[in-house]
């Protein structure tokens, strides 16, 4: 099985927004609805951001949201801020499996 | 507050069996509602998925590795630990242990610190 497919990296502004893609296929992203997105820093675990494609946990800002259109998942940051550098993986249900995206390293320029 | 701990050796020698733990604390492992899991990063990639299991004992684990792969859990003590046999340089990375929701979710809300292990003569 591949990992989903994402940009290897996106860059903004502070204040900007900006939009993080996740493509799977019919079989993962397309076929269900539980599609989650985790922020990682430098040496540190994953956070969880959005699951089942739009919730946001406890305690997540509402700067982030998550949307899904076909094979394709997306991770919007909006206004954003330097603490919001970091790399973004995107995670789904996928029949049996539990399939990653390769990573997103967002840079806060 | 709930925690998880992972534990066990940070080097493991070409072609033996890895095995990890992962302790929880501040919660049951025995909670209905959430299945627990093995999640694993190589120096510089992506985060790899590698199985989870119910506290009944039901597994499901990544095709990739599955022949390789074994996950248990003792509710006596609170800890449900990964096997991965005949390991290569390429299983060299950090093994995060975590917590999913319960049916399709795959909202992994808490996660251990990490653990290096190295695969290495």
């Known amino acids: 099985q591949s990992a989903l497919t994402q940009p290897a990296s996106v860059s903004g502004s502070p204040g900007q927004s900006i939009t993080i893609s996740c493509t799977g296929t019919?079989?993962?992203?397309?076929?269900?609805?539980?599609v989650s997105w985790y922020q990682q820093h430098p040496g540190k675990a994953p956070k969880l951001m959005i699951y089942?494609?739009?919730k946001r946990p406890s305690g997540v800002s509402n700067r982030f949201s998550g949307s899904k259109s076909g094979n394709t998942a997306s991770l919007t940051i909006s206004g954003l801020q330097a603490e919001d550098e970091a790399d973004y993986y995107c995670?789904?249900?996928?029949?049996?499996?539990?399939?990653f995206g390769g990573g997103t390293k967002l840079t806060v320029l | 507050q709930l925690q998880l701990q992972e534990s066990g050796p940070g080097l493991v020698k070409p072609s033996e069996t890895l095995s990890l733990t992962c302790t929880v604390s501040?919660?049951?492992?025995?909670?209905?509602?959430?299945?627990w899991g093995w999640i694993r990063q190589p120096p510089g990639k992506g985060l790899e998925w590698i199985g989870s299991?119910?506290?009944?004992?039901?597994?499901y684990y990544n095709p990739s590795l599955k022949s390789r792969v074994t996950i248990s859990v003792d509710s006596s003590k609170n800890h449900f630990s990964l096997r991965l046999s005949s390991v290569t340089a390429e299983d060299t990375a950090v093994y995060y242990c975590?917590?999913?929701?319960?049916?399709?979710?795959?909202?992994?809300?808490?996660w251990g610190q990490g653990t290096l292990v190295t695969v290495s003569s």
């Open positions: 975590a917590r999913h929701g319960g049916g399709l979710s795959r909202n992994f809300d808490y």
């Open positions: 501040g919660g049951s492992i025995s909670s209905s509602s959430y299945y």
């Open positions: 299991i119910f506290y009944s004992g039901s597994t």
């Open positions: 019919s079989s993962d992203v397309g076929g269900y609805n539980y």
């Open positions: 089942d494609v739009t």
């Open positions: 995670c789904s249900y996928a029949g049996t499996s539990t399939m």
